[in-house]
């Protein structure tokens, strides 16, 4: 979906080609999510089908140049207006490794976060590198700042995964601290008290006084 109205959010600035669409989507987002040119010309197929774009003048698909329609220029306005959809997350791969990685014999939970969280301290360390670029520029330009934008965000999403990864860590340590507790066995029971046994012994006098 952010594709989609990434393209009508190009094309209501004014009439585009597909190949600038894809330049101008990943100059906005500094190359940080490319689009593959073929993916660029079949959501616009879609675009048009679903009437919220139009083709201007002739030629094929990829030389065609199209303009936002008034419904497109509707549909865009409702995404602005609306906040994204946190009920129904993408799926995200760290989070279904780390949970099939739980209880699968031979894997290291220990070691898996470690080699993540020395990854994305890298990634993190990389961004702030390029955040400190951007804000030395004196007078950027409408993509330098949404680039900026983009960066920050990539940057505040890595600080929060190492958090998150720290506290799985911390987590599993109390886990296994608390398996170890119910692999051991249960001491014995306390052998029950004994006594001698007694005999009761009653002795009846019989014919004593006949």
Known sequence: MSIR??????????????????????????????????????????L?????????????????????????????????????????????????????????????MSAVIQRQRRHTLGAMRDYTRLKADALAIERPTPDEIAWLLVLEQLIFSAEAEIRWLDHCESRLVRLAA????????P??????????PTTNVTTTRRGADA
């Open 48 to 108: 048009e089908r679903d009437g919220l774009i139009r083709p201007e003048g002739g030629g094929d698909a990829k030389q065609q140049l199209y303009a936002i329609t008034e419904a497109g220029r509707r549909s865009l306005g409702e995404w602005f207006d609306s906040p994204v959809d946190r009920t129904q997350p993408a799926r995200d791969e760290l989070a279904i490794k780390l949970a099939m990685a739980v209880g699968t014999p031979g894997v290291d």
């Open 178 to 185: 608390t398996r170890d507790d119910w692999r051991q066995p």
């Open 187 to 196: 001491p014995p029971p306390d052998p029950p008290e004994t006594t001698e």
């Open 5 to 46: 109205f990434g393209l009508l959010a190009l094309l209501d600035q004014g009439p585009r080609y597909g190949s600038q669409l894809r330049a101008e989507f990943e100059s906005r987002t500094g190359t940080t999510w490319p689009l593959n040119i073929g993916q660029v010309y079949t959501t616009l197929g879609r």
